[in-house]
């Protein structure tokens, strides 16, 4: 069964700070993996998406790295701001061959609050 | 380039009834995907929809229904509400299949 972890679940840093959110899959076969973020009432952003050979990607201060062999996933964001303040959510996209498309299977978000 | 609209954006119904939500994708995008977001169980994909067909449909019951027209919006169906129903529906767009998705922001159905 495909499935998505994400850790933690919830994260409170401080105005400036660096921190890292997690994402593990057991997800196959592998299409690509994505990190969106929700601010509270909004839909999901698109932050980044990698392909099976790419190892890290960025998007200003968000930065997101994949291990394929660990099947493993980060996002880094770098001197936080109160605008950080967001739940992100690990996407992994699986090809689902059988039907000529494409499954995503989400995980449940870290929760980031930003504090001064 | 105007993003991906839904209508409406609060709903509130009683169980038993049915609803009909409304999403317009961005211009150009011919995939519409639906998801169903609670707290406890995050998002999960309701359908998805390419050129006005289903292409893949997750597990949610029959009541649970959608659509596409030929200038690419949709709508979902939910008929017989049950107090479980009430979530955040959201609908993302895209290029093609397996391309960034792009999400509105959603309907809030309550139901009471």
């Known amino acids: 069964k495909n499935q998505v972890e994400q850790s933690p679940q919830s994260l409170i840093i401080l105005e400036g700070k660096n921190c890292t959110l997690q994402?593990?899959?057991?997800?196959?076969?592998?299409?690509?993996l994505r990190w969106y973020k929700q601010d509270t009432g909004r839909g999901p952003v698109s932050l980044t998406i990698?392909?099976?050979?790419?190892n890290t990607k960025s998007n200003g201060r968000y930065t997101a790295t994949l291990d394929a062999d660990t099947k493993q996933s980060s996002l880094h964001i770098t001197a936080s701001q109160l605008s950080d303040s967001a739940s992100y959510i690990c996407v992994v996209s699986a090809i689902n061959s059988g039907a000529g498309s494409y499954q995503l299977t989400f995980g449940k978000g870290t929760k980031l609050s930003v504090i001064p | 380039k105007a993003g991906v609209t839904q209508t409406p954006r609060y709903l509130i119904k009683t169980r038993g009834q049915q609803v009909t939500l409304s999403c317009s994708p961005i211009?150009?995008?011919?995939?519409v995907s639906w998801y169903q977001q609670t707290p406890g169980q995050g998002l999960q994909f309701l359908f998805e929809y390419f050129s006005e067909t289903q292409r893949n449909k997750g597990n949610f019951p029959g009541r649970f229904s959608g659509r596409q027209f030929s200038n690419s919006r949709s709508e979902m169906n939910v008929s017989t509400l049950e107090l479980g129903d009430s979530a955040l529906y959201l609908c993302?767009?895209?290029?093609?299949?397996?391309?960034?998705?792009?999400f509105g922001n959603g309907t809030r159905l309550t139901v009471t």
């Open positions: 990698m392909t099976f050979s790419e």
């Open positions: 993302a767009s895209s290029l093609q299949v397996n391309s960034p998705l792009h």
């Open positions: 211009s150009g995008h011919r995939s």
């Open positions: 994402c593990n899959y057991t997800v196959s076969p592998f299409s690509n």
